[in-house]
């Protein structure tokens, strides 16, 4: 059972993407939406604990989110893949159920 999770803090602020990370399964998505975003940034310190899910966890960010925040798509991550509002939906769609990390 894939399981879409959603982040919505910013991870410079609460441990929200951290414990995320450390439930998210082999199959998962976690999408960060909102101040969220900020995780998905190359060169942070989070960097190297995204880079340890070995891909086996799909990490995705809202673009209009990211966008109004500013930040450019080059900023992120490698290997992040960014959804449009459409995108968001099909990813609710596709996984068999979703947690929102508050």
């Not at 999770?5 to 450390?22: D, I, M, R, Y």
């Not at 995204?50 to 989110?65: E, Q, Y």
């Not at 930040?71 to 939906?89: H, P, Q, S």
């Amino acid at each position: 059972m894939a399981t879409l999770h959603t982040v919505n803090k910013s991870p410079f602020e609460t441990q929200a993407l951290l414990s995320c990370l450390g439930h998210a399964k082999a199959g998962d998505t976690v999408l960060l939406i909102e101040d969220g975003v900020y995780g998905a940034a190359g060169g942070t310190a989070l960097t190297d604990a995204v880079a340890g899910l070995g891909g086996a966890v799909t990490l995705a960010v809202l673009a209009p989110d990211l966008k109004a925040r500013g930040i450019d798509e080059g900023r992120l991550m490698d290997g992040v893949k960014t959804v449009d509002y459409a995108g968001f939906v099909e990813l609710a769609a596709s996984h068999d159920r979703t947690q929102n990390w508050l």
